[in-house]
């Protein structure tokens, strides 16, 4: 009977510690399992935050390269802007030199040409001169008028006479009788001032008589002094022009037409 207890004694023990063992098992399970499931929830929020960071990334990145493919087609459209205006430039460049070119040529045939009117004008001139003396064999006292040979001047008493159509100043219509060999006409006597008046028609016209160098003393343009008594007219201004009553003074700018006169004489 002693031995019978004794030995469920022995068994209850064990069963107590295989209770023991298993339940420290369990909860070491228990434990485990928590670890792995906190784990996995760690590495899942993880993940997701790594999810969204790596989304963010990848926008950001497909942003800066549409941003740099934006950039580049910039960079390109400059670019062929900038070559369009180096060629047009060039182009430009190109032009400008033709045009120098050619405004130079123009300018040098024009300078041939105004060379050559005014040597065709003074061999007209000569020309006819020699004509007319020819003609009238040294005669002084030929009265006739002849019609010049270049267009628009007139001939009597051995002097040429240009009469313009054009108003110019004073100083630009004696210009252009210089220009042609002559000079604004010189009235001096009382053929002259008939020949004038024949023209005149009503209109005025400069004649080469001015005081500009010194006020009240008028001088033609050949440096010979008008006579006194016939200045009476001539007041306040500084350039005289001719018209049917007879000479009046005008500022030496203002518009009229105007004779020149060249002596085949001289």
């Given at each position: 009977m002693y031995l019978y207890l004794s030995s469920s004694g022995s068994d209850s023990v064990t069963v107590r510690s295989s209770r023991a063992a298993v339940v420290c098992l369990a909860l070491l399970c228990v434990l485990l399992l928590t670890a792995v499931i906190v784990l996995c929830v760690h590495i899942y929020t993880n993940n997701t935050n790594y999810t969204q960071e790596r989304d963010q990334l990848l926008?950001?990145?497909?942003?800066?390269?549409?941003?740099?493919?934006?950039?580049?087609?910039?960079?390109?459209?400059?670019?062929?802007?900038?070559?369009?205006?180096?060629?047009?430039?060039?182009?430009?460049?190109?032009?400008?030199?033709?045009?120098?070119?050619?405004?130079?040529?123009?300018?040098?045939?024009?300078?041939?040409?105004?060379?050559?009117?005014?040597?065709?004008?003074?061999?007209?001139?000569?020309?006819?001169?020699?004509?007319?003396?020819?003609?009238?064999?040294?005669?002084h006292e030929l009265t006739a008028e002849l019609l010049m040979f270049t267009d628009g001047w007139l001939y009597s008493n051995f002097s040429f006479y240009f009469i313009s159509s054009l108003k110019k100043s004073w100083t630009e219509s004696r210009r252009y009788c210089t220009e042609r060999g002559a000079d604004l006409i010189i009235i001096n006597n009382r053929e002259k001032q008939e020949f004038a008046k024949r023209f005149s028609n009503g209109n005025e016209f400069w004649i080469g008589l001015t005081d500009s160098d010194k006020e009240g003393n008028w001088k033609w343009v050949?440096?010979?002094?008008?006579?006194?008594?016939?200045?009476?007219?001539?007041?306040?201004?500084?350039?005289?022009?001719?018209?049917?009553?007879?000479?009046?003074?005008?500022?030496?700018?203002?518009?009229?037409?105007?004779?020149?006169?060249?002596?085949?004489?001289?």
């Amino acid at each position: 009977m002693y031995l019978y207890l004794s030995s469920s004694g022995s068994d209850s023990v064990t069963v107590r510690s295989s209770r023991a063992a298993v339940v420290c098992l369990a909860l070491l399970c228990v434990l485990l399992l928590t670890a792995v499931i906190v784990l996995c929830v760690h590495i899942y929020t993880n993940n997701t935050n790594y999810t969204q960071e790596r989304d963010q990334l990848l926008t950001k990145i497909n942003n800066l390269t549409e941003e740099r493919d934006q950039i580049l087609t910039k960079y390109i459209n400059m670019t062929n802007e900038r070559d369009g205006l180096l060629i047009k430039n060039d182009k430009l460049g190109k032009q400008k030199d033709q045009f120098s070119q050619e405004r130079n040529q123009l300018q040098k045939i024009l300078n041939e040409t105004g060379d050559l009117e005014l040597q065709l004008n003074n061999l007209l001139l000569l020309k006819t001169s020699f004509i007319i003396q020819c003609t009238v064999g040294g005669n002084h006292e030929l009265t006739a008028e002849l019609l010049m040979f270049t267009d628009g001047w007139l001939y009597s008493n051995f002097s040429f006479y240009f009469i313009s159509s054009l108003k110019k100043s004073w100083t630009e219509s004696r210009r252009y009788c210089t220009e042609r060999g002559a000079d604004l006409i010189i009235i001096n006597n009382r053929e002259k001032q008939e020949f004038a008046k024949r023209f005149s028609n009503g209109n005025e016209f400069w004649i080469g008589l001015t005081d500009s160098d010194k006020e009240g003393n008028w001088k033609w343009v050949d440096g010979s002094t008008l006579t006194s008594g016939s200045s009476e007219h001539l007041i306040g201004e500084n350039c005289a022009l001719t018209y049917s009553p007879g000479w009046a003074d005008y500022p030496c700018s203002n518009l009229f037409l105007w004779i020149c006169e060249k002596s085949i004489l001289k």
